[in-house]
């Protein structure tokens, strides 16, 4: 089977290589050829990758319909009594805002509306599956966790709390404490509801009120409770990787041995603790983890200490660049860092403008780590020197082939890394990444690399195939059968284009608006919908902390912030429209969410890179490219902004200096 006749990337490369480096016909010349080479290599390796059954080869554990898997899918950490000892939620109450989400994104929200005087009080309430604060750092206590982007930008509201962080990067158990000082900090404790999932909400068109279903978990030993609740407004933050999801390996739920997802650590199997990850358990153990992405590179030199084997099963290798880690200087905090006031946006907004290729001449670096050093990773998040690409063959080969051209050094740099380090030959060449630095997500360790010189750690590299098969013993791949007594499944989550982008679907909420309008089937049939990524019409009073339709970059807190400074803008302008005494009524028109996702597809063939890469999250595992025109196009409308961040910012930034809310309709209930 040949790349072309799997992922239709080959023609595409091709062709951009020939008329992106030669646009005038001449003959190409060495460094075409050996970039022509390079890609031909990248589609063999995504063509190995291609699965007839795309995402589906997954099972997410939200959906698991056994024991074995229903019992990984549990919260590992919540203090039932405590929680069933608090009353937070009364059922029938109303509030002014329902907060789905209790994470960075949640929190956010909430402080931020309290700021704007938009919050008093008892106005609101965060609604949770976890059993706390933290959203992914609630869920994630695996050993070596690691925030992969710098503390400083991605801690939120460190001037309001006045926090300075322990490290550069910081790990998981200071990311979960973050989440609980701004709780404290903003009086948000008792205004939680956690171990709750919103089922159904549903706009009542007389009370102008949404009603929301949730039920309650109330632990193992006591039945769950249903809630009837009722907001004025609805705020989506639920997050992007929030479901795990496992392999649809056959045998799997048979395993005999200790079986765990990373998103659900089980230190009562390997010993430690999430503050003490000393895995004592494991000395005389034989361990097999599944997976090589972002979290795998952080886990397997904590298990590479502890295991008396460690079998590391590797369907696609991860880019792993150097980390440089290193512990805060007060002063240089002081006096260079968060020295005066707006220091923390200004410094995230310098980030995503060096990693978009949109800084200034001359101006600083202030993060100055790898994120910063992939310049080709604007293939992912957009640039505005390059934003707008005509949806031509010649011209999205062209803007291809520069990318590629782009990648080249950072990806070969990468790759020789592996070969300074790893000892033998033979597993350094199945540890390099043959595709472009955006298809996955860059990885940064100073430890992963050389673990793979331990003599108890073997890679198992199915050459793009997967696992075979398991047995009550262990994995099976090539016919072979490998041993293991504990299994780690560092299988990754449920893709975020879910539900066609939908963000309520990431939260499997089922919501109806106007007229018995089903958001998934507007999504559904007409793809994604928005204004500004915030709102869609139909849907009064329903916000996102971000959608499809906006910008991204590598910090997902700076995304946050920009949608829900948006959202806190639209909501005080609305406000103040109908005046004290009345509720506000928010809604977007049709006709403006068409003219923005109009905006939005002129902008999708920048990204038609994407389409290329090896099967991951990104590309539906390989299925994007294989979709009918059609569905295409639809899918066209989930697009980014092509520009960048800084670009997406001044749009908004212009829609708010106007001031009078157009394209919005306000009315009072």
Request: glycine share 10%; with cysteine; proline share 5%.
């Amino acid at each position: 089977m040949t790349a072309d006749s799997t992922n239709g990337v080959k023609d595409t490369v091709t062709n951009g290589a020939s008329n992106g480096a030669n646009s005038h016909s001449q003959l190409p010349t060495e460094e075409d050829m050996r970039l022509l080479q390079l890609q031909q290599r990248y589609a063999e390796e995504a063509a190995k990758r291609i699965r007839a059954d795309g995402p589906t080869q997954f099972l997410d554990l939200t959906d698991a319909d056994t024991d074995r898997f229903k019992a990984i899918a549990e919260d590992p950490w919540a203090d039932h009594a405590a929680l069933n000892a608090k009353e937070t939620v009364k059922d029938g109450a109303t509030y002014k805002f329902l907060v789905l989400g209790g994470g960075y994104g949640g929190l956010m929200f909430t402080v931020r509306l309290i700021q704007a005087g938009l919050i008093n009080g008892d106005d609101v309430r965060l609604v949770d599956a976890a059993g706390g604060f933290g959203g992914t750092w609630y869920w994630n206590r695996y050993p070596g966790l690691h925030c992969d982007v710098e503390s400083y930008i991605y801690m939120p509201l460190l001037e309001e709390t006045g926090y300075m962080p322990k490290q550069k990067y910081a790990p998981g158990t200071e990311l979960r404490e973050h989440a609980d000082r701004i709780a404290t900090q903003f009086d948000l404790h008792d205004k939680a509801l956690f171990r709750s999932n919103a089922k159904a909400a549903t706009w009542d068109e007389e009370e102008k009120l949404w009603t929301v279903q949730v039920t309650e978990g109330r632990g193992p030993n006591e039945p769950s409770r249903e809630l009837t609740l009722k907001c004025q407004y609805l705020l989506v933050a639920s997050g992007v990787l929030n479901v795990p999801h496992v392999p649809k390996i056959p045998g799997l739920e048979g395993f005999g041995g200790e079986m765990f997802h990373t998103a659900r650590w089980n230190y009562s199997a390997t010993g430690g603790s999430y503050e003490n990850p000393d895995m004592e358990k494991l000395k005389d153990k034989r361990v097999g983890i599944i997976g090589t992405g972002a979290t795998s590179i952080q886990v397997i030199p904590q298990l590479a200490k502890w295991a008396k084997e460690l079998y590391v099963f590797q369907r696609t290798p991860s880019a792993v660049h150097p980390r440089d880690q290193k512990a805060t200087d007060p002063e240089e905090w002081k006096s260079k860092i968060a020295f005066k006031k707006g220091w923390q946006m200004e410094r995230a907004l310098n980030f995503a403008a060096h990693m978009s290729l949109a800084a200034k001449e001359g101006e600083e670096n202030l993060v100055d780590d790898g994120w910063t050093r992939i310049p080709a990773y604007s293939a992912l998040i957009g640039s505005p020197g390059y934003g707008l690409v005509e949806p031509t063959p010649e011209a999205i080969g062209a803007n291809v082939a520069r990318l590629y051209k782009m990648d080249t050094p950072t990806a070969e740099t990468a790759r020789a890394r592996v070969d300074q380090i790893v000892k033998d030959p033979e597993t350094a060449n199945k540890l390099k990444a043959w595709y472009p630095s955006w298809c996955k997500r860059p990885t940064f360790s100073d430890m992963y690399l050389q673990a793979f010189n331990e003599p108890n750690v073997h890679l198992i590299d199915t050459n793009g195939q997967g696992i075979e098969a398991a047995t009550k013993d262990g994995l099976v791949f090539a016919g072979k059968e490998y041993p293991v007594d504990v299994l780690v499944l560092s299988t990754g989550y449920r893709s975020p284009a879910f539900g066609n982008g939908n963000p309520a679907a990431k939260t499997g909420i089922e919501v109806i608006g106007r007229g018995g309008l089903s958001m998934d089937e507007k999504w559904k049939n007409i793809g994604s919908a928005t204004l500004h990524g915030v709102a869609t019409s139909g849907f009064p009073n329903l916000f996102f902390a971000f959608g499809p339709q906006t910008a991204s970059t590598a910090n997902f807190v700076t995304m946050l912030e920009v949608g829900i400074q948006h959202t806190g803008h639209i909501l005080a302008k609305a406000e103040e429209k109908v005046g004290t005494g009345s509720r506000a009524v928010v809604e977007v028109t049709r006709e403006e969410e068409e003219a923005w996702t109009m905006q939005v597809m002129m902008r999708a063939p920048y990204f038609a890179t994407i389409m290329g890469c090896t099967p991951g999250y990104l590309n539906g595992e390989g299925h994007s490219a294989r979709q009918d025109p059609k569905d295409m196009m639809k899918a066209s409308r989930s697009s980014g902004w092509s520009e960048g961040m800084l670009s997406y910012i001044e749009v908004l930034e212009e829609y708010r200096r106007e001031g009078s809310l157009k394209v919005i309709e306000v009315t009072a209930a």
